[in-house]
């Protein structure tokens, strides 16, 4: 796992962080999350137990931090406001991705446990293991999931507006990266002009890869370009927020990987977690 995200999340950009424009903010992890603690009790229950789980404690590490991206990028819409169900939709497909995150990570966790000569390692041993897994789950790839996230939810809320102007402005053009370095697979796609309802805008409305800054501008332009069959969007960003709801898209690799049996364990724990949340309760344990 920790080569695939590190090759999807850092491609082409410095690793540990997205490569955003002067003009673009990058964001630090909120700081209400003691996301130390959280880790240290996951790490113990993994040890005591001998088995991973959707651990209660690392969903709520990544849970947490993508509710406060969605709140960040809609603006922290209030019940009431307009976009106040896109933005509940947004915050639900969270815990999905969160228990399907957690589930991954417990799983390289409860691999250190047993030694390749088959002996079990002791709790000061699989402590010193789990540090590089730690980094990279709920600092590096988080960091990247929760800037990521704010662009997202940002996308969503700027589709609804787009809609609602879809009498005046029909089409969108595609406007040029403002990142430091582009994508050169995204500059194929400058300056097209499609219509709102093209198909094109299903899987690849911006960000559509990770540290992606293109944008899109309404206009009552002809449509014009065309569009090359052969460029994917990056897995997990093929989809457009505003349209489905979700944050990320189930071809990300913590969902992808999953077995159907897995992954209807992730969704029966993720909808408990919500379900908890909701009530004002604690978090399932």
Request: glycine fraction near 6%; include cysteine.
């Amino acid at each position: 796992m920790a080569i695939e995200l590190d090759k999807l999340y850092y491609a082409g950009h410095d690793h540990g962080m997205l490569h955003l424009a002067a003009s673009n903010k990058e964001y630090e992890l909120p700081s209400f999350l003691n996301i130390k603690e959280l880790f240290g009790k996951a790490l113990k229950r993994i040890f005591d137990t001998r088995k991973p789980d959707v651990d209660p404690d690392l969903m709520e590490i990544t849970y947490a931090v993508l509710e406060e991206a969605v709140n960040v990028g809609s603006g922290k819409i209030s019940y009431g406001q307009p976009n106040y169900e896109l933005a509940e939709q947004l915050r639900q497909s969270t815990a999905i991705f969160s228990a399907a995150k957690s589930l991954q990570q417990a799983k390289e966790l409860a691999s250190l446990l047993v030694r390749p000569d088959g002996k079990t390692r002791n709790w000061e041993e699989f402590q010193t293991l789990s540090k590089s897994i730690d980094e990279n789950y709920n600092q590096n790839w988080l960091k990247v999931e929760y800037n990521t996230g704010i662009k997202k939810a940002t996308a969503a809320v700027q589709w609804k507006k787009i809609e609602a102007n879809a009498d005046l402005y029909p089409n969108l053009k595609y406007t040029p990266s403002r990142a430091a370095t582009p994508s050169e697979e995204h500059k194929v796609f400058w300056g097209i002009i499609k219509p709102i309802q093209d198909k094109f805008w299903i899987k690849h409305y911006p960000p559509s890869r990770y540290a992606c800054q293109c944008g899109v501008e309404p206009t009552d332009d002809d449509p014009e370009g065309s569009v090359p069959e052969d460029i994917e969007s990056s897995p997990g960003l093929d989809n457009n927020p505003g349209m489905t709801g979700q944050l990320f898209s189930d071809s990300h690799p913590y969902i992808a990987k999953l077995t159907p049996e897995e992954l209807k364990f992730v969704m029966k724990k993720a909808k408990q977690y919500v379900t908890k949340r909701n009530e004002g309760g604690s978090r399932p344990g």
